[in-house]
């Protein structure tokens, strides 16, 4: 990578990047495959939390007990991603790097803080998932770097979370879609809440405004409802064939209201269980 | 002799010889290799409309193993343009219908200005695909952007840019037909529906896109080309005239075909330039279509826009329609009036329509070219009635079944005259269904009543389920003609060959299970031929849902023929009289003595000419009969869909819950493959609905060129399709049956609508327009949230 710069095209699971080869979308001169690269493909529980090679199929994170077990809202979004056969090839590195805003993962990391371990020349250094993703398809990876692990934290057993998400058909990637997280102190208020969107802007955003509207408040209809309404003056979808500005920015909403309902009331659930 | 028996017929046989097709081992144009092949790409226009400066193909040339690079200004003294349409006009339909036909004639490569994005400029040769698009890309040259025309409304309007060259105006064919007196009943009523409706643009999308190889043999200069099209012998003749070749010298083979729907039922550019380019190199030459050059070439669909006029009475009994109508040609319209005409022939439907007036237009815009997919004018014409009838419905506060009911044709006025011309130039003649009947296996079958009964309850609870109707007629089995050679060969096989070319359908088993009723053979001992301008002289090709009705009744033929002369050689070896013998088995008997037998290969081997004849005096050699099936007009299906959808209103989502289909095709040959078909049509129709659309910007750049943002239902968006056949068999052929290829996809955008309107009628939405996109969905709810605010004040 340090030889060919920006010549030079990581080839993890190819999902992305060999329909774009395909139509001739990106001509890079130097395809590096990392698919016989070993040591990238992992999932370990750390103090510091879930460490997961970037090369771990999507599929491999989805079914890992581990996952399941301290991460599991990591586990629901990649149930939406493509289809199975896409997940069985598709990366976690892959997807976070491609960083299309209309991607489950990069929306999961930024509502996590994840961590993203990336290796340069000899060197490795820590990037915060908020200053990972810069732009439409651009993180702060540098030309010669390539992500080697990423850090989810681990939940709380009483978390409660929901991905929800609307696509043209099954499979496709969102219009727009939403990943909550929330959890309940001894009162019932709603303590570290997190909401993250995704295919509703130029990068997966978090909803800030959402949760301090929601930090150390009883949970109730109105006030999901209300928070929810505050996405109108943060948000400013694009627009495409797809679907509109104006339908991504009211599906945001709804999506919103009820990814954090289904997420008080598993929270409830497992505060019983 | 003895009287068919059915054995076969009627049997859910499994297909023939289609491990094939599952397990990828099918030979597809693709797979046609051949030593020394060379491969082409074509430089097609980034500009919607422009005139094309200098070509500067030097840098083309120059990469290692480009063979060379043409233009328009290469090919034009040596390649004689297109017809304005492939279309065929029977006298009487022209004398009766008088349309205008006026279409521009394309050329293989544009010359002087391109029409459309997407139209072939250049064309490359190279040692491999990947130099010739390389190729491509190093290719410069000028363009100078023309106005762009995109909307058909826009390019009627006085001083409009004009599409082509030498025109004075945007129309390229029209027609009106009128019965009773339209005028005059819509004067009289003061019920009307004034409406416009759009049925939007999308494409039949075939796994296999197109594909052409050529190869001449070099002693011999015989042209061999293969293509994936509906149209072998089409296709032949197309490269015979443009080409100034002999058509025995030229020999089109249409081998293993993944899917058509339509679009592969005309001649293109590829199909005339690659066999140009094999003859001018020596060398057999390939192209392959991919799906981005597809989307852009290949012909679209439908896009029709109509203002209708429909008055009723206080029973929704429909008095009389008037429909205008545009049809959005595209740069070329390479079927003229197929389409367009047969909207106008299928508005009426199962319905009485004492007052009916139609006029069609097609324009050509700056776009795609249009041409027949899959129900060909149908769907446009039945989502136009069938909304009609469910506004009917809704304005008198009826169930909309019930108003169907009260404008069905009844099974004791069949044959029924619809007083219009169909396109073969004879009166529109529904000969045989019960289309109230149909329409109770329908609503039976979804449970209509239950749900009916149950809707207010669901409604209260927040759930807006809908339910759509949707009633089709569809002439099938078109001519002009079919035919098919029956042969009994020396192994004692019978062999059918036809004209036809199976791309999907099963042809092979249908038409087995036919032939072998025919002859008391099993299936497995007939074999099927087509798809090859070698093993018949004349073909139309596999489209219009007519394969099954013209084939099948052709092997009838052709096999009437053929048992008489059998029958003959065989009573001369057997020394007993003809009407004494009976066929069984692949054997000819004397009835009640099985023991006096003679095999078909006996007979085989006895009907040659030369020293092993054993025929008797004065009959010609040979166990081969051809017969040529020409029917008058066409054999009525008929079908009501129902839809049941539920709506998320919040976010403009819609769930099919349930499809079904009560069917008549007359007598079926083989349900499981009429399952299928329904199957595949109701898949497509679903896509039409819901997910499909090609949608155009204002420079005319197609917005939805691949499949990222051209969405196909996949298997997770069809439901379980419930499917109920009635069998009304056709008193205009031998064996009573009807066509059935289209259907499937004619219903579904009308009843999904239907179902729509339904679903949200507590909005009163106006669902005028597909795709039901959730964007659409919303907007609808929002029309009713501005009027009731508009009322309020």
Known sequence: MRRHGLDAKILAGGQSLVPLLNLRLTKPKILVDLNGVSGLDHIRETSAGLRIGAMTRQSGVERSAIVREKCPVLAEAIRHIGHLAIRHRGTIGGSLVHADPAAELPAVALALDAKFEVLGDGMARAVCADEFFIDYLTTSLRPDEILGEIIFPVLQPSSGYAVEEVARRHGDFAVAGVVAVVDLDGEGKIIGPRVALFGVAPTAVRARAVEQAMIGQQPGNELIRDAAALLRDMLDPPGDIRASSAYRKRAAAVLTVRALTKAVQLCHTRRLS | ?793
């Open chain 2, 1 to 793: 002799m003895a009287e068919t028996s059915s054995r076969f017929i009627g049997r859910s046989i499994k297909p023939y010889k289609s491990k094939r097709f599952v397990t990828g081992d099918g030979t597809y144009v693709s797979d046609v290799c051949l030593p020394n092949m060379l491969h082409a790409a074509l430089l097609r226009s980034m500009h919607a409309h422009a005139r094309i400066g200098a070509i500067d193909v030097k840098e083309a040339l120059a990469i290692d193993g480009v063979v060379g690079v043409w233009t328009g200004r290469d090919i034009e003294e040596r390649i004689s343009p297109f017809p304005e349409s492939f279309e065929i006009h029977p006298l009487p339909w022209l004398e009766g219908v008088k349309p205008v036909l006026q279409g521009p004639r394309p050329t293989a490569l544009a010359k002087g200005k391109v029409h459309y994005v997407g139209e072939a400029v250049a064309i490359v040769v190279a040692a491999d695909r990947h130099r010739a698009e390389d190729a491509v890309d190093a290719i410069g040259i000028e363009y100078e952007p023309l106005p762009v025309v995109v909307d058909p409304e826009e390019s009627l309007q006085p001083g409009a840019t004009l599409v082509h060259d030498g025109s004075n105006n945007n129309v390229v064919f029209s027609f009106s037909i009128e019965k009773g007196n339209v005028n005059r009943a819509l004067g009289a009523q003061p019920t009307m529906l004034r409406e416009r409706f759009r049925h939007h643009r999308y494409c039949a999308a075939p796994l296999e896109g197109r594909g052409v190889v050529a190869w001449v043999e070099p002693k011999t200069h015989m042209l061999t080309v293969w293509s994936s099209t509906q149209m072998p012998h089409l296709v032949r003749r197309q490269i015979a005239a443009q080409l100034d070749l002999a058509e025995e010298n030229v020999r089109v083979i249409a081998p293993d075909i993944g899917g058509g729907f339509g679009p592969k039922v005309f001649v293109y550019p590829e199909e005339i330039l690659i066999p140009f380019l094999a003859l001018q190199l020596g060398r057999p030459v390939k192209w392959i279509e991919d799906r981005s050059e597809h989307f852009i070439s290949t012909a679209h669909g439908r896009d029709q826009l109509h203002d209708i006029e429909c008055a009723f009475d206080q029973e929704g009994r429909i008095l009389a329609l008037r429909d205008r109508f545009l049809l959005d040609n595209g740069a070329y319209n390479p079927m003229g009036l197929t389409d367009a005409y047969n909207t106008a022939a299928h508005l009426q439907g199962p319905y009485k329509i004492p007052n009916l007036s139609v006029s069609g237009t097609c324009v050509s815009t700056n776009k795609v070219p249009n041409a027949p997919y899959r129900g060909a004018g149908r769907p446009e014409a039945v989502f136009v009635m069938e909304r009609c009838i469910d506004m009917i419905a809704t304005r008198l506060h009826l169930d909309p079944a019930e108003v169907r009911r009260r404008n069905f044709i009844q099974p004791q006025e069949m044959p029924y005259q619809a007083g219009i011309l169909y396109r073969d130039g004879q009166p529109v003649c529904y000969d045989s269904g019960d289309y109230p009947e149909t329409m109770n296996r329908a609503l039976q079958g979804a449970g209509y009543t239950e749900l009916r009964a149950r809707q207010p309850e669901l409604r209260r609870s927040g759930r807006y389920v809908g339910v759509g109707i949707a009633c089709y007629v569809e002439g099938t089995g078109v001519g002009s003609f079919e035919g098919a050679k029956v042969r009994i060969d020396a192994s004692g096989r019978v062999i059918i060959t036809t004209g036809a070319s199976s791309h999907g359908q099963g042809h092979e088993t249908v038409f087995a299970q036919i032939a072998a009723d025919l002859w008391g053979l099993t299936p497995e001992q007939v074999s099927v031929v087509e798809g090859d301008t070698a093993s018949i002289p004349f073909g139309c090709g596999t489209f219009a849902s007519r394969s099954t009705v013209t084939v099948g009744s052709a092997i009838h033929g052709a096999s009437a023929q053929l048992k008489d002369k059998l029958l003959q050689v065989a009573a001369h070896m057997l020394e007993a009289n003809p009407d004494d013998l009976e066929l069984a088995g692949g054997r000819v008997s004397v009835r009640g003595l099985p023991q006096r037998a003679v095999s078909f290969s006996e007979l085989a081997r006895a009907a040659v000419p030369g020293w092993a004849s054993k025929l008797p005096a004065g009959l010609a050699p040979g166990l081969e009969a051809t017969f040529y099936f020409e029917p008058r007009t066409v054999t009525w299906a008929n079908a009501v869909h129902v839809a049941v959808i539920e709506v998320d209103i919040e976010i403009g989502t819609i769930k099919l819950l349930d499809y079904v289909v009560a069917h008549d095709a007359g007598k079926l040959i083989n349900p499981l493959l009429a399952d299928g078909q329904v199957h595949g049509g109701v898949a497509q129709g679903i896509g039409a609905a819901l997910y499909e659309e090609l949608a155009y910007d204002e420079n005319g750049q197609l917005l939805s060129g691949s499949f990222v943002n051209y969405l196909l239902p996949g298997s997770m968006e069809v439901p379980k399709i419930k499917i109920f056949h009635l069998e009304s068999p056709s008193p205009l052929n031998p064996l009573g049956v009807k066509g059935l290829g289209e259907g499937g996809a004619i219903a579904p955008p009308a009843a999904i609508a239907n179902a729509l309107a339904d679903a949200l009628s507590p909005f009163a939405p106006r669902v005028n327009a597909i795709p039901l996109t959730p964007d659409l969905v919303l907007e609808l709810l929002a029309q009713k949230e501005v009027r009731s605010e508009a009322s309020a004040v």
